[in-house]
């Protein structure tokens, strides 16, 4: 049985438990402020840099060529949906000609591969549905046509064609007309303007 002589206690080198907290504490809150200052400073600089007349007239250029990238992008595409890509034509009576319907071919692959497509109307889409506008009109003159004969085609293309334009928008097109290139630039051009689009082809017309 050990005496109570035998019986002894180390002597601890440790500090206080809230002593060791209060220097944790304080380290931490040194640490914070130094944090803080960094962060000022090097905020502050970012800020003279960023508005530094040169930066900024950097970052307006950019962001005014990046706008025009997109819109060229856009437009090449054509998903802008600033006017609706569809060319109409329409052709009453016999059947169309070879040559008209080769031109139409040609202007519809011309067309379809800057993203429009071709619409060719015919008698059979008059009705009160696509023309209720025109529509009396339209039967009154067929009518007309089949009592005496008269040629009145040319009237009745006349309205068809603004009525579908009215409706439907995009670009109207008489039989004879052919295309070479994409016509879109110039309702690019037209919208731009704020004006509507009205297109006359002379020989030599190099738009198209």
């Given at each position: 049985?050990?005496?109570?002589?035998?019986?002894?206690?180390?002597?601890?080198?440790s500090?206080?438990?809230?002593?060791?907290a209060?220097?944790?504490?304080g380290d931490?809150?040194r640490?914070?402020r130094?944090?803080r200052?960094?962060?000022?400073?090097?905020?502050?600089?970012w800020?003279?840099?960023?508005?530094?007349p040169?930066?900024?007239?950097?970052?307006?250029?950019?962001v005014?060529?990046?706008?025009?990238y997109?819109?060229?992008a856009?437009?090449?595409a054509?998903?802008?949906g600033?006017?609706?890509?569809?060319?109409?034509?329409?052709?009453?009576?016999?059947?169309m000609?070879?040559?008209?319907r080769?031109?139409?071919?040609?202007?519809r692959?011309?067309?379809?591969a800057s993203g429009?497509r071709?619409?060719?109307?015919?008698?059979?889409?008059?009705?009160a549905?696509?023309?209720?506008?025109?529509?009396?009109?339209?039967e009154?003159g067929?009518?007309?046509?089949e009592?005496?004969?008269?040629?009145?085609y040319?009237?009745?293309?006349?309205?068809?064609?603004?009525?579908?334009?009215?409706?439907?928008?995009?670009?109207y097109?008489?039989?004879?007309?052919e295309l070479?290139?994409?016509?879109?630039?110039?309702?690019?051009?037209a919208?731009?303007?704020?004006?509507?689009?009205?297109m006359?082809s002379?020989p030599?017309d190099s738009?198209?």
């Amino acid at each position: 049985m050990a005496r109570d002589a035998d019986v002894g206690v180390a002597p601890t080198t440790s500090r206080p438990v809230d002593e060791e907290a209060g220097l944790l504490s304080g380290d931490a809150g040194r640490a914070r402020r130094r944090a803080r200052s960094w962060f000022r400073r090097h905020l502050n600089a970012w800020s003279d840099v960023c508005t530094h007349p040169i930066v900024v007239c950097v970052v307006v250029l950019l962001v005014v060529c990046g706008l025009v990238y997109v819109e060229e992008a856009r437009s090449k595409a054509g998903d802008d949906g600033s006017f609706v890509r569809v060319a109409h034509e329409v052709w009453l009576g016999s059947e169309m000609p070879g040559v008209k319907r080769l031109i139409f071919e040609r202007n519809r692959k011309v067309l379809e591969a800057s993203g429009w497509r071709m619409k060719l109307w015919t008698e059979g889409d008059i009705g009160a549905a696509n023309f209720p506008l025109t529509h009396a009109t339209l039967e009154r003159g067929r009518a007309f046509r089949e009592i005496t004969g008269e040629p009145v085609y040319s009237m009745l293309v006349d309205l068809m064609k603004y009525e579908v334009l009215l409706r439907y928008g995009g670009l109207y097109l008489d039989t004879n007309v052919e295309l070479f290139k994409d016509v879109a630039p110039l309702f690019h051009q037209a919208l731009r303007e704020n004006k509507e689009v009205f297109m006359v082809s002379d020989p030599g017309d190099s738009r198209f």
